[in-house]
């Protein structure tokens, strides 16, 4: 699932690096247009989105004992994010 406002299942930091890689991957293929199974269509500005995402999620993730305070944090930089379900289970896989 790509969203670029939604809360993605992230179960780490390498699996953050990976989704990023891919992300990058479509940036540099040019796609005009990303289809995914549970989310809108988007475009390449969503990906960019996307990657500064993950990128703050995993700096987050890394100045955070424990997943309460890593879910607070998150919430405070995304505020307007849906899929909260999505965010309690990466805290789950960051932190277990």
Not at 1 to 20: E, P, Q, R, T
Not at 28 to 51: C, Q, V
């Amino acid at each position: 699932m790509l969203g670029h406002d939604c809360h993605s299942i992230v179960a780490g930091a390498d699996h953050a690096d990976a989704m990023i890689a891919q992300l990058r991957g479509y940036i540099r293929a040019g796609f005009g247009l990303i289809l995914t199974s549970h989310y809108t269509p988007e475009e390449l500005k969503d990906a960019e989105t996307k990657i500064g995402y993950l990128e703050q999620r995993k700096a987050i993730a890394a100045s955070c004992r424990g997943g309460v305070s890593f879910k607070a944090a998150v919430r405070e930089q995304y505020p307007d994010y849906s899929g909260e379900n999505y965010l309690n289970m990466t805290a789950g896989f960051f932190f277990t």
